[in-house]
């Protein structure tokens, strides 16, 4: 493996999410988390080399709102910026990708978008193709709902194993003070509440939530500046599937799969179960089982420990999910986990999902030391 | 750090439903097989490499991006690869009002499947059920994936293996669709966000509030919780004149939908005194070619009572007459 630049997460900040905040726009609730993302790092904006946001403008119905987002986040004099209209996780990687390149040495990252304005069904109805797919209705729970029945069939996987994942899940985010489901339910208990699209219940689904969040990242030499404990990235990358849902088998993510082999090469990495905590985009339970086998990880094994905050189950704000795992391996690697802290935390993987049934994914594995001397 | 002094403001919102139609082009393969469904009432599909048989076709494989080979016929009966039993439809996104289902079927002959409805017999759907296509009757079908208006359980065994048997194309439809209509329906529910609820009830009082940059001490209008320039808070929120200068403006020769006003009209940038941004303004009450940069103008409200807290409380800016501003007094207020 090549050497490569030693990149490391250095600050992360989260506005804790909530169903609707109703006194913000999402630009609005964005400011506070880039000062305070770049007051716990300890520097002014002045200092911040290259910015990146992800986030969709039919999310709150503003065209063109990325643009005023760009107000907030601190872009005079005339910054370096991108902007994707994906996970802002995935605008993370871009930032890492522009770290390599040598362009730039700090980057803060934004995810933003009020989820409470627009109605994300009927909107990500419109990320599919206008003739097959999108024209008979087609939305993400439905769609998730089609990949977990797959999933089922072919597994052998039970509404009872779903509902173990949920529980799981919940009784995790409760120790999560920015979680958005903080009551922790039973699997009886999920087990009990109705189908939205079967086979998905109300208790394997997140609500609908918003927040903003701000991650910095730092290569070597400012990183040390920046952060008591780094979380150097030892490895990361990202893939795509077709378009077509029916074109592909569902049951497996094979986007997932090669992702995390990639990442895992560069990382050096043998397997998944050897780090010691994973932070999985998965929105419902049958995307963490097919993740988990796409991965490598054991569901049931009491290490790596997988979501300790609770994961997208108990908050999913759209377009900053994934970035919020990364943000949460950081604080799993910087001693900033509070609660949910897992002992000893050395090494950990963040995974990120963009589009319908995992169609995008982007997997990080992060350490506590530098990746290359 | 961006907390406001000022005491909490009820919400403001405001609902909107965003609707625009698109009249998407088909292109000559998905044309050709909505043709199909409309004409002959035949499921066509493409033979593609590395995918098989893929229905429905999109004319180049979605692995390797090469183009499609033949056109084969397809049975109108399949097996569901995966099922969504939704319980509570949503109104203009789903097809149907009561609960139902949406399938991925793989036709018998294709290797890909295609993701449709099913709209009875819910309780004994599962993957591995048997459905056939359920037509819409003719004169009905107007070339859309919606033709075949849902599919339905038939009651046979799952097979063991995959029906093979696409049959190339003998008789192609006669006329390809050009297009299809989506007509996009969204619903919104806005929050204005507390410092642009302030600013527009204070116009109810004819007030008009900009922010102070906490840094620079330049007043934004409308007020903004930061100066995009300093990146520094601007929470303290200011009082600003009615009164302004004209920092720029044009001449509108054209009718705006929506905008009842007789051409031509000027439409001007202007900076009212005490703010440092300008806002848009319509300047009435003289003659367009008398507008000039520099020019004092102040704001004509809507008369007591009929101020609602939104932009046209203030219906215009008119001349003061009194002597024009300095360049050097607005140059950096544009």
């Known amino acids: ?373 | 750090m961006s907390a406001s002094p000022e005491p909490a403001i009820a919400p403001l919102r405001q609902d909107l439903v965003s609707e625009f139609p698109y009249k998407h082009s088909t292109g000559e393969v998905i044309g050709r097989f909505l043709a199909g469904l409309k004409e002959q009432k035949r499921i066509w599909g493409q033979r593609v490499a590395g995918q098989g048989v893929v229905v429905p076709p999109f004319g180049y494989s979605e692995i390797d991006g090469s183009a499609a080979g033949e056109w084969v016929e397809v049975k109108s009966t399949g097996t569901v690869t995966a099922v969504a039993v939704v319980q509570q439809p949503i109104e203009r996104l789903h097809p149907f009002a009561e609960p139902f289902a949406f399938v991925l079927v793989r036709l018998d002959g294709a290797d890909t499947a295609m993701a449709h409805v099913v709209k009875d017999d819910l309780a004994r759907l599962r993957v591995g059920s048997r459905v056939a296509a359920v037509w819409k009757p003719d004169g009905e079908r107007e070339g859309s994936v919606r033709d075949i208006s849902c599919f339905r359980v038939t009651g046979e065994p799952t097979p063991k293996a995959i029906a093979a048997g696409a049959e190339p194309m003998n008789e192609p439809p006669k006329e390809p669709v050009k297009y299809v209509q989506t007509d996009v329906h969204l619903p919104y529910h806005y929050v204005a966000g507390d410092h642009r609820a302030r600013y527009l009830q204070a116009l109810k009082d004819k007030r008009i509030l900009g922010s102070k940059c906490s840094q620079t001490g330049r007043v934004l209008l409308p007020p903004m919780i930061n100066s995009a320039e300093s990146f520094a808070p601007a929470d303290q929120f200011v009082d600003v004149s009615d009164k302004g200068v004209v920092t720029t403006f044009c001449i509108v020769n054209i009718p705006v939908i929506g905008r009842n006003l007789e051409i031509p009209y000027v439409a001007a940038s202007v900076a009212l005194d005490g703010a440092d941004l300008s806002i848009f303004a319509l300047i009435q009450e003289c003659k367009p070619e008398e507008v000039r940069m520099g020019m004092r103008v102040e704001a004509v409200w809507k008369p007591d009572g009929e101020r609602q807290g939104d932009h046209e409380d203030i219906l215009y800016f008119r001349p003061t007459g009194e002597p024009d501003a300095p360049a050097e007094s607005y140059i950096n207020r544009l």
């Open chain 1, 1 to 373: 493996m090549t050497k490569l630049r030693n990149v490391a997460v250095v600050g992360f900040a989260q506005a804790p999410i909530v169903a609707r905040d109703e006194h913000h726009t999402a630009q609005e609730m964005l400011y506070p988390q880039v000062r305070r993302a770049l007051a716990d790092c300890g520097v002014e904006r002045s200092e911040i080399d290259y910015q990146v946001a992800g986030s969709a403008d039919y999310i709150d119905g503003r065209p063109f709102g990325f643009v005023s987002a760009l107000d907030v986040m601190g872009a005079w004099p005339p910054a370096q910026d991108l902007h994707l209209e994906m996970d802002a996780a995935f605008a993370a990687y871009y930032a890492w990708l522009r770290m390599q390149a040598g362009d730039c040495d700090t980057a803060i990252v934004c995810g933003y978008g009020k989820a409470s304005e627009g109605e994300p069904r009927r909107i990500l109805n419109l990320q599919l193709d206008p003739y097959y797919q999108a024209a008979i209705g087609l939305d993400p729970v439905s769609t998730a709902a089609l990949q977990a029945s797959q999933y089922m069939a072919r597994s052998g996987a039970d509404d009872r194993d779903l509902a173990a994942v949920a529980a799981r899940n919940r009784a995790a985010g409760a120790r999560n003070p920015e979680a958005q489901v903080r009551a922790g339910a039973s699997a009886d208990e999920l087990l009990a509440t109705p189908w939205v699209v079967a086979p998905l219940r109300q208790g394997y689904l997140p609500p609908l939530g918003e927040s903003a969040v701000c991650l910095v990242l730092a290569a070597e030499g400012k990183a040390e500046t920046m952060c008591d404990r780094p979380a150097w990235i030892h490895g990361v990358d990202q893939r795509i599937e077709l378009q077509t849902l029916g074109a592909r088998d569902l049951s497996r993510s094979v986007g997932a799969k090669l992702a995390a082999e990639k990442a895992f090469a560069m990382a050096g990495l043998e397997s998944a179960g050897a780090v010691d905590v994973v932070e999985l985009s998965a929105a419902n339970p049958a995307e963490e089982l097919i993740l988990c086998e796409a991965l490598g990880l054991d569901a049931q094994a009491s290490r790596p420990v997988i979501n300790p905050s609770g994961g997208p189950l108990t908050g999913n704000p759209l377009m900053m999910t994934g970035l919020i795992r990364l943000g949460e391996a950081f604080r799993q690697l910087s001693g900033r986990a509070g609660a949910r802290a897992v002992d000893g935390a050395k090494r950990a993987i963040a995974h990120a999902t963009s589009g319908h049934c995992l169609q995008q994914n982007a997997v990080f594995v992060l350490g506590s030391d530098r990746r290359w001397s």
